[in-house]
Each structure stands twice: as C-alpha cells, then as structure tokens.
C-alpha cells in the first residue's frame, strides 16, 4: 500500500467535493498522535462531566484532599 500526500483548497466548490468523495471511499485513516489522543482525552472528561460523573469540591484544599484518595 502506497501513501500519497495531496493539498486539497476545502474552499471551493472542487475542493469539498473531492474531499467528501475521499471520506466516503474510506481513504482517510485516523492515525493516533499525541494531539488526537489529548483530543481524544478531553472530550471523554467532557461527557463524563455531562453524565454527572464529575468530582465537586468547595475549595482547593477540598479537590486536593480529592484526588488523594
């Protein structure tokens, strides 16, 4: 398997739809670098928050106490 390096301006008309037919064939592969996975990270603490998972303290010395444990 070959890997291919194209520029592609997503502000046209030609662009985007050369993009969204790449997406649609599957050509696109996610690679995990450290900036997806921090991504990755953050927006599981977002929905673990939003599922009411999240630890609440008063203060500092309450959150340090906390994460102690």
Do not use: H, P, W
């Amino acid at each position: 398997m070959a890997t291919y390096t194209i520029t592609i301006n997503e502000r046209t008309k030609k662009g985007k739809t050369t993009l969204k037919f790449l997406k649609s064939m599957g050509v696109f592969g996610r690679k995990m670098t450290k900036r997806n996975k921090a991504r990755d990270l953050t927006q599981q603490a977002i929905n673990e928050i939003k599922d009411g998972k999240g630890t609440r303290c008063k203060s500092f010395e309450e959150y340090l106490k906390e994460i102690e444990k």
